[in-house]
C-alpha cells in the first residue's frame, strides 16, 4: 500500500506531475526515479530489512508511480497493476458472490466482457443502464448493491456521468462508487472531490502518453478501502514490472503539457466535423450540441482528444479508417500519436450486438484519438479520408 505525503497533494497540477512520489535516489541522487529491476531484497537478519522483502509486495519504482498517480488525483493511496483490467479485477474482487453491480451500460468492451463473462460465472450479478440518467441507476439499486461503476466520458459514445449526484445514490445504498477516469484523466476531471470512493485508470493510455506500456492504476482515499486493496494487490500479484512503471511515470511528468494539446486540437477537429457533409454525428463533451455540455462544463475544466462520429454507412466507415494517413488504424488510444478505430468490430466487439444497439453504437460509428501532431495535419488527413472519390 502506498501513502502518499500531504504536501503532494497541495501544490499545483503541473508541478505535481513532475515531482509527486519521487523520492531522492540515496546512492547518487539520479533526478529521475531509477528502475530498481529486481525481484527480491538482501536482508540485514531475520525481521531486519529495508522495508522491502519481496518485489510483488513492494517495489521503489512501482511505488514512485503509485504516489504520483494518487497525488495528481487528490487521494491518498495508489495501486499500480499490470493492466487497467487488472485493477478491475482487483475491484471485482472487493466483493463476494451475491454481491449486485450497478455500472454504466457503455463501459470499455473489456470492462463488460470482464463483467459478464468472468464475474458473472463466479456468482456476481450486473445491472447495466445509462450512467448518465441518474434515476435510471437510483431504480437499479437493490439491497445487493455494493458497487456502482462508471466511465466518463464514456468509450466510445462520450456520455457523462453526473458525479456527485450518483456518489449521492452510492452512498444512500452503502455501495462503493468507482470511476473510470482513463478518458478524462485528473488533469480535467477528478472524482474524488466529487465523491467517488476509488478512481481506476488504464495507464497504457493518457497517463502514459507514449503507447509503450500496459498498465493500470486505482487510486482511493479511503483507509479501509486502501487496506483491502493493497492485501488484493499483494495476494494476487497482478503487479505491473519495474521498467512499466518507470515509463508511466516518465509520461506523467508531460500530462499537463499533452492534455492541453490533446484538448486544443480536440475541439479545433470536432467543430470541423461538424460541418462535414458526410458526417452525420459528432459525439465529444466539448461541443454545445451535446447533450450533456452544461454537466461537462462543471465537473471537467477540459475535454480532451476523444471524438467519436457517426457516418451512417458501414462501407463509408470502412473505407474512412483504412484511408488516413496520420491517422493510425489501430487499437488504445491517449498516446501522442493519432488514432483511428471502429468500434463495433475492435474494443466493442465482444459486447452483444443488441446492447451495443441500445447504445447507438452502430457499425458505422468511428472513434479517434486526437494526437499531438499539428492540427492542420490532422484535419487535411481527415478531410481527404471522407472525400468524396
Request: net charge negative; charged share 20%.
Amino acid at each position: 500500500m502506498t501513502r502518499i505525503a500531504d504536501q503532494d497533494i497541495t501544490r499545483r497540477f503541473a508541478t505535481r506531475a513532475v515531482h509527486a512520489g519521487h523520492v531522492g535516489d540515496p546512492l547518487s541522487g539520479a533526478v529521475m526515479t531509477p528502475i530498481y529491476q529486481t525481484s527480491t531484497y538482501i536482508q540485514d537478519g531475520l525481521g531486519r530489512h529495508k522495508g522491502f522483502e519481496y518485489a510483488r509486495t513492494r517495489n521503489p519504482t512501482r511505488e514512485a508511480l503509485e504516489r504520483n498517480v494518487a497525488a495528481l488525483e487528490g487521494g491518498h493511496h495508489g495501486f499500480a497493476f499490470g493492466s487497467g483490467l487488472a485493477a478491475l479485477d482487483a475491484v471485482m474482487t472487493l466483493l463476494s458472490a451475491g454481491d449486485h453491480v450497478v455500472s454504466g451500460e457503455n463501459v470499455y468492451g473489456g470492462s463488460h466482457r470482464q463483467m459478464t463473462h468472468i464475474w458473472s460465472r463466479l456468482g456476481l450479478s450486473f445491472t447495466f443502464v445509462d450512467g448518465g440518467d441518474t434515476a435510471a441507476v437510483a431504480a437499479a439499486i437493490t439491497p445487493a448493491t455494493k458497487i456502482v461503476y462508471a466511465e466518463t466520458p464514456t468509450n466510445p459514445m462520450m456520455r457523462l456521468c453526473d458525479l456527485a449526484a450518483t456518489a449521492a445514490i452510492a452512498q444512500r445504498a452503502g455501495a462503493l462508487l468507482v470511476v473510470d477516469n482513463t478518458f478524462a484523466t485528473p488533469f480535467f476531471q477528478q472524482p474524488l472531490p466529487l465523491g467517488a470512493d476509488i478512481v481506476l485508470h488504464s495507464t497504457t493510455k493518457y497517463l502514459n502518453g507514449h503507447s509503450d506500456m500496459i498498465g493500470g492504476l486505482l487510486v482511493t482515499d479511503r483507509d479501509d478501502v486502501a487496506e483491502r486493496l493493497g492485501f488484493i494487490q499483494n495476494s494476487v500479484g497482478a503487479v505491473p514490472g519495474p521498467f512499466d512503471c518507470w515509463l508511466a511515470l516518465r509520461g506523467t511528468k508531460t500530462l499537463a503539457l499533452r492534455m492541453r494539446q490533446h484538448d486544443a486540437s480536440g475541439r479545433r477537429i470536432a467543430e470541423w466535423l461538424t460541418q462535414q457533409p458526410r458526417v452525420r454525428k459528432v459525439y465529444y463533451p466539448g461541443l454545445p450540441s451535446h447533450p450533456q455540455y452544461e454537466l461537462a462544463c462543471r465537473q471537467m475544466t477540459g475535454f480532451g482528444g476523444m471524438i467519436s462520429i457517426e457516418l451512417g454507412d458501414v462501407a463509408f466507415a470502412r473505407r474512412v479508417v483504412e484511408r488516413t494517413r496520420i491517422f493510425a488504424l489501430a487499437e488504445s488510444l491517449g498516446g501522442v500519436e493519432s488514432l483511428i478505430g471502429h468500434p463495433a468490430s475492435m474494443t466493442h466487439a465482444s459486447v452483444p450486438r443488441e446492447m451495443r444497439a441500445r447504445m447507438g453504437l452502430t457499425d458505422s460509428l468511428v472513434r479517434l484519438s486526437v494526437g499531438i501532431e499539428d492540427v492542420d495535419d490532422l484535419i487535411a488527413d481527415l478531410d481527404q479520408a471522407l472525400a468524396d472519390d
